[in-house]
């Protein structure tokens, strides 16, 4: 090969964008629309959706602890969503999935207009933080408003495990 061929591909190689590692957090972005999206999806399986955000003083000692629940509950299908009221930290909230151990749950970002999105959810939700809804195979909701107490996520988690049998 040419030296100046090899020159070129050398340059096209570094400037070409990484692939994405299989370990990076993905986010989706959660516009109008996702929450009936996000239902349709996990009808039939419980499900526990978490509301947060890394502004969020009592969110940073919750989500280590949903990611280890996720961890040792399999059956159960875990989603977060940032829902803060900062808008547009990506890489803080990929960070802090991460270190909870979140980065393989279904995971959101809040996209557009907060108070509408939120609406979609709960016309009720007055946009607190930590949320969290505990939703059966049948579809029955329970709002868990601040921080959720692993216990109780635990005993929801066995009642619904046991009812597939």
């Known amino acids: ?17 990484a692939p994405a590692q299989d370990s990076e957090t993905q986010l989706k972005p959660f516009g109008r629309g996702s ?3 996000l239902m349709k999806a996990h009808a039939g399986r419980p499900t526990i959706v978490h509301f947060w955000g890394v502004t969020c003083g009592p969110c940073k000692v919750e989500l280590p602890l949903l990611g280890a629940f996720m961890k040792d509950h399999p059956g159960i299908d875990i989603v ?9 930290l990506p890489a803080a909230t990929r960070a802090m999935l991460e270190r909870s151990g979140l980065s393989l749950a279904e995971n959101w970002m809040f996209d557009g207009f907060a108070d509408r999105l939120r609406f979609e959810i ?34 929801w988690s066995a009642r619904q495990l046991a009812a597939r049998n």
Do not use: C, H
Request: net charge negative.
């Open 122 to 155: 709960d016309p009720t939700w007055q946009g607190d933080i930590p949320r969290t809804l505990l939703i059966t195979r049948e579809g029955k909701m329970t709002t868990i408003e601040g921080s959720a107490e692993i216990a109780d996520l635990k005993q």
């Open 1 to 17: 090969m040419r030296p100046q061929f090899l020159a070129i591909a050398l340059l096209l190689a570094l400037l070409m964008p």
């Open 35 to 37: 929450w009936q999206e």
């Open 80 to 88: 977060t969503i940032s829902a803060d009221f900062v808008p547009n």
